[in-house]
């Protein structure tokens, strides 16, 4: 959702301050956006003021570790007092009287995307004072950005109605909350408050409907309704509000029987706090990271788009000075998921082994107490083993590794394509072709997708577009198709391998079912004609049985975890997959970049159809303490 295509070139983007104070790369904004009545009677300005204030407070307590943006049309009205609400907030915090750390006044940054060119803009405020705020908020913003517009289009019937409702879809699309200042009154008008309070409730979708994947969830977003009274407010309006009287709006789903998650009893209030929890976890463990090293992340992105070796051939880097602020922001994520998920990786990796060596000891300890040594030092060994692993599995869960593995990853996957479509020029939005269909706990995915939209850092300089064709080649088809060709050979190796051992943990069962039979029928001889025989043979027996069956069940838990023979033929097919594709690209080369970008969008869609089966499928196989 953007600006109407059809009147609309790519915008002018105006930084007012050093870019590195806009907001690190690697983290990813919580981003407000404010929709609101222009006529509100100045009597209630204050009123409305603070409480916006106020919850931009709350956002701003509930994470702490986020940079939170306001994204602001600087119209008259609403607009512009939620950018006093901001400044005040931003004024106390760098003169001390409020503690954000680490950010301190810093966290808070004012977007102002405006609808029209600012010549044009003008001519809609009022007076020659209303004309001097805009411009001094303008200035004071530390980003905006304004659409290039064809004088022509302006003055078509309707066409500055369109641009306010597409500018306000595109605030409200960017936005994880909606600060609504409205009287309640169901206009109906184009672009009017109202008209982006039906939208966020009811689907933003629904202003521009697909053309594909219409039976997806409704694109919705929370709102915090505002009331406010209007200069020539209807009868209509609630009687039981006064203004400044907030109210948290949220879409009802009145066709569903429940909510939209899949999550069992989370209401869309919870749904939205936890999408903003898992953007304020992500930037928390940025910041960690970025206290031990002054560039943690600079190996993963370097692998994104640093000079490499294939064999004997170098590929030459991707000149990121010659990219826009949008491949910066889908580069610096990658990076920071691509190490965080890495790193959550390996420590459930070792805490996986952990799990099933502590489980192995504590029954094969048991075993022993239960079988030829009676002794209680044994059943004490048993009890700590088993208390260990059953500890370090709540540790797992405590430190979420399991999801902050997957999910890291995933977002590092999803992050990677949007780079490459920037690079190709694509306009496309990953979380358009992304989990669509998910509106549970992994819907923080889509949304940090949407905030590496917003238009930031632009550069002047532009790359070459055969240029950009063969950067895109190398850097991710060739390459994926050789992550996938090495990881189908070392994943068919650990199948082969593996598989080897799993017809040892066959055997071994079939082991423990032949001793407990030779145990059972020794008992019942032994019992039967030789009373006076001395019975230790048989608890050996019977810890003989129980030992081969735990290490039978261990090594299919393990097995099962793996998933060898799954990934094995998964990475083939995606081996395979780039190999075409990389053909066809070759094909088309010659034609130039707007013949190769159907190409590169079918490779991303794919791309990212496989990783969205590959969270699900291990979401669906989580870790557990087998005993």
């Excluded at 008259?76 to 680490?102: M, Y």
């Excluded at 500890?391 to 977002?411: F, G, H, Q, T």
């Excluded at 423990?512 to 001395?534: C, P, R």
Aim: glycine share 6%; with cysteine; charged share 25%.
């Amino acid at each position: 959702m953007s600006h109407p295509t059809s009147v609309c070139d790519s915008g002018s983007f105006n930084l007012n301050g050093p870019a590195e104070e806009l907001h690190r790369l690697d983290m990813i904004p919580v981003v407000i956006g404010i929709v609101g009545h222009r006529d509100i009677p100045e009597d209630d300005e204050e009123k409305i003021t603070i409480a916006i204030e106020k919850k931009l407070r709350d956002i701003m307590q509930e994470c702490p570790s986020s940079p939170i943006y306001l994204l602001t049309a600087l119209a008259e009205g609403a607009d512009r007092l939620a950018v006093r609400a901001a400044e005040r907030i931003k004024n106390s915090a760098s003169s001390g009287l409020t503690n954000r750390a680490p950010f301190g006044s810093a966290q808070l940054k004012i977007g102002a995307i405006l609808p029209l060119p600012v010549l044009e803009y003008q001519k809609d405020f009022s007076s020659a004072t209303s004309l001097q705020e805009f411009e001094d908020m303008l200035e004071r913003s530390d980003w905006h950005y304004e659409p290039n517009i064809k004088s022509i289009s302006v003055a078509k019937s309707g066409f500055r109605d369109e641009c306010y409702r597409a500018n306000g879809l595109f605030i409200a699309r960017h936005s994880q909350l909606i600060i609504a200042c409205w009287d309640g009154v169901h206009k109906g008008m184009v672009g009017g408050t109202s008209d982006m309070v039906h939208f966020a409730l009811n689907g933003l979708d629904q202003a521009k409907p697909r053309s594909s994947n219409i039976t997806d969830f409704p694109d919705t977003r929370p709102v915090t309704h505002i009331f406010t009274w209007r200069t020539m407010t209807e009868e209509e309006c609630p009687k039981d509000m006064d203004p400044g009287d907030v109210d948290e709006l949220f879409p009802s789903y009145q066709w569903a029987t429940a909510g939209v998650s899949s999550e069992p009893n989370k209401d869309e209030k919870e749904r939205w706090r936890d999408i903003r929890a898992r953007f304020d976890e992500f930037n928390r463990a940025v910041l960690h990271e970025s206290s031990k090293s002054a560039d943690p992340f600079k190996k993963e992105r370097s692998y994104l788009f640093g000079q490499k070796s294939v064999g004997k051939e170098t590929i030459e880097a991707i000149p990121l000075e010659k990219l826009d602020g949008k491949s910066h922001v889908s580069a610096g994520i990658y990076g920071a998921a691509e190490a965080l998920s890495m790193k959550a990786q390996h420590r459930r990796a070792r805490s996986i082994n952990a799990i099933l060596i502590m489980s192995g000891i504590a029954l094969l300890t048991e075993q022993f107490y239960s079988g030829p040594f009676h002794v209680w030092g044994w059943l004490m060994l048993s009890i700590t083993a088993g208390t260990l692993a059953v500890a370090v599995y709540w540790w797992i869960r405590w430190k979420r590794l399991e999801p902050r593995y997957l999910d890291y990853r995933s977002l590092a996957e999803a992050s990677r394509v949007q780079f490459f479509w920037h690079l190709a020029g694509i306009k496309d939005c990953v979380a358009d072709h992304y989990l669509r269909g998910q509106r549970d706990d992994i819907e923080w995915i889509r949304q940090a997708m949407l905030v590496q939209q917003l238009p930031l850092l632009r550069t002047s300089k532009t790359l070459d577009q055969q240029k950009a064709i063969s950067l895109c080649k190398s850097h991710w088809i060739d390459d994926q198709k050789n992550y996938f060709g090495g990881s189908a050979n070392k994943a068919a190796l650990n199948r082969r391998k593996f598989g080897v051992w799993s017809k040892r943990a066959l055997l071994m069962l079939s082991l423990a079912i032949f001793v407990a039979i030779v145990t059972l029928i020794s008992d019942v001889i032994v019992t039967s004609y030789f009373s006076e025989f001395d019975r230790a043979g048989l608890f050996y027996l019977i810890w003989l049985y129980g030992a081969f069956f735990a290490v039978s069940a261990l090594f299919r838990v393990y097995l099962e975890i793996k998933v060898f023979a799954e990934n094995a033929n998964r990475y083939q097919h995606m081996k395979l997959y780039f190999e075409y594709s990389e053909h066809l690209i070759s094909e088309q080369e010659a034609n130039g970049l707007e013949s190769c970008k159907p190409l590169f969008i079918e490779v991303g869609k794919q791309a990212l159809a496989e990783n969205s089966d590959w969270l699900l499928f291990h979401r669906q196989r989580p870790v557990y303490v087998p005993i």
